[in-house]
């Protein structure tokens, strides 16, 4: 019997992300493989002031932040699904202060502890984590 020795590997903070991105906001992954080059072109022409522009923001942002905890040290303790929570929230809170207007309100707190089954204090956790890397 011969085998290919196939080995699945653990999901990543970026898995995690990208699926907590469309159950919360809605927000469709933006990749370069996903996305077609006229959906390229609509989205490279967006200004943050537009909901879409808004999506695009907080999707770059939060995949930043995840990158970045993916490379440091410091954050290597912290669950892949943990880390992708901080990362979208701490991409809420600093888009809401760039654009000095409120994202945040209790419907979305509530589709985010439900979607990453996390409770509000352990969410303030791992966002306080992730705001070191913001």
Request: aromatic share 8%; net charge neutral.
């Amino acid at each position: 019997m011969v085998t290919i020795q196939y080995m699945v590997s653990t999901p990543t903070p970026l898995d995690f992300l990208k699926t907590l991105l469309f159950q919360v906001l809605d927000i469709e992954h933006y990749g370069r493989r996903s996305v077609s080059e006229a959906e390229k072109a609509r989205v490279e022409g967006l200004k943050s002031d537009s909901v879409e522009g808004t999506k695009l923001l907080l999707y770059r942002m939060s995949i930043y932040l995840a990158k970045m905890a993916m490379h440091s040290y410091a954050f290597s303790e912290i669950l892949p699904s943990q880390l992708a929570i901080g990362a979208l929230f701490i991409s809420l809170k600093l888009s809401e202060q760039l654009k000095k207007s409120a994202l945040i309100c209790d419907s979305l707190l509530i589709r985010l502890y439900d979607a990453g089954k996390t409770t509000e204090t352990e969410l303030l956790t791992f966002a306080e984590k992730m705001l070191t890397l913001a």
